[in-house]
């Protein structure tokens, strides 16, 4: 099986430079692309200071730590990736800015690359269908955030080769992550029982159940979870939640999958979540915002 030395990353938002960060950690060669050099900047800021914190607490060493900022290199050009034996996509939770961005990929890339998503709910079938090897398409979805969370969630299109699997099953593995596998169906499995939560949580507000507070008091007290549900829903985002909700509804056609007006509501009002300041919750100061690959 053939060794991954390098990879690209495209979108140089949360996820896209965490997995950055992860690849550089454990000696990967990284290009973090965005068309946004606020964006690589910011990045680069981002996994600096997270790089920093793993060695204050003793997970990393400072040898380790000043490695993998050499590994790491930053561009808005698409052509940089042409080596890359690996490039993951981790955009916006598009279909069609995702399988503009997979053909753009196919034309530029290597014969042998693999073409990797980080999508959370969209079909890697149809994103494969944008390119001329959909052998070597390969959904690879990291949780957020990618260097702390141990999860990586692999989805193989209908026409993802065996060889292909095992690559990126083995390198999420190099990157210390627990695998799991899913079939190609809409939400796959994290997203396919975490989101239809989330969504009734708003719903459970919207009725006036009860406070958010005590939605979220109750998730966290009563099932033990870390983070209640709306709480979750800001961090993640409340257009990516929204964007699950209506891959799932598309995909699975059962009205139990509606997003709940009151998540319509709040995206159409820019209330994302912790990204813009403010979601279900008030976080206070509102960043600057972000292009169309930097925001997630």
């Known amino acids: 099986m053939a060794e991954i030395r390098s990879i690209g990353v495209v979108g140089g938002g949360r996820m896209g430079s965490g997995i950055a960060q992860l690849a550089a950690v454990h000696g990967v060669d990284v290009w ?58 981790a955009i916006v939770e598009s279909e069609d800015v995702k399988k503009k961005l997979f053909s753009e990929l196919d034309k530029i890339a290597k014969d042998s690359a693999i073409l990797a998503s980080n999508t959370s709910s969209i079909s890697i079938t149809r994103l494969a269908s944008a390119t001329s090897r959909p052998n070597q398409v390969i959904g690879m979805h990291f949780m957020n955030p990618p ?49 239809p939560m989330i969504n009734e949580a708003f719903f459970t507000l919207y009725t006036g159940v009860a406070t958010k507070e005590d939605i979220d008091t109750g998730m966290k007290l009563g099932t033990n979870h870390p983070m209640g549900p709306l709480e979750l829903a ?41 990204k813009r300041g403010i979601g279900v919750y008030n976080y ?13």
């Open 284 to 296: 206070g100061k509102v960043p600057e915002a972000t292009s169309i690959l930097s925001r997630i």
């Open 147 to 195: 260097p702390i969370m141990k999860l990586v969630e692999i989805v193989r299109g209908a026409d993802t080769s065996e060889e292909t699997f095992n690559l990126t099953k083995a390198l999420a593995e190099r990157f210390g992550k627990i695998v799991i596998c899913s079939t190609d169906y809409p939400g796959f499995i994290v997203n396919r029982i975490l989101m």
């Open 32 to 89: 973090l692309l965005d068309t946004d050099s606020q964006a690589l900047t910011r990045a680069i800021n981002s996994i600096s200071t997270s790089i920093q914190r793993f060695v204050s607490k003793g997970q990393l060493s400072q040898e380790v730590a000043t490695n993998a900022l050499q590994h790491l290199r930053c561009t808005s050009n698409l052509e940089e990736l042409r080596s890359a034996d690996v490039i993951i996509e």
């Open 234 to 274: 800001d961090f993640i985002g409340l257009d990516v939640c929204l964007s699950i909700m209506k891959v799932l509804l598309a995909g699975l056609g059962e009205s139990k999958y509606a997003p709940c007006p009151l998540l319509q509501q709040y995206v159409d009002a820019g209330r994302l979540g912790r």
